[in-house]
């Protein structure tokens, strides 16, 4: 693939409605043309026998064991309301 162009920079800046000054557009040709030169390398690596994956890494849920504990009252949670009634909260209404 040929190296990126300033025009083409600019181009992608318009069209995710960025605004980008001449200065940046130079800079950016070259982060982004270092980026697809990378992304080259990789298509050259022989994947043929390797297995798909999602991430590189094998993820395992890490969670706590699923016991019952005592929680708070309904008492308890109900102690520091400014209005309840009939053991819930009472809030302003926001429906019209």
Known sequence: MDDISKDQVKHVANLARLAITEEEAEKLTDELGSIIK????????????????THVLDLKNVMRKDEPKQWLTQEE???????????????????E
């Open 77 to 95: 949670a109900l102690k520091n309301a400014p209005d309840k009634k009939d053991g819930q909260f009472r809030v302003p209404s926001i429906l």
């Open 38 to 53: 990378f992304a080259e390398q990789l298509n050259e690596l022989d994947t043929e026998n390797v297995e798909p994956t």
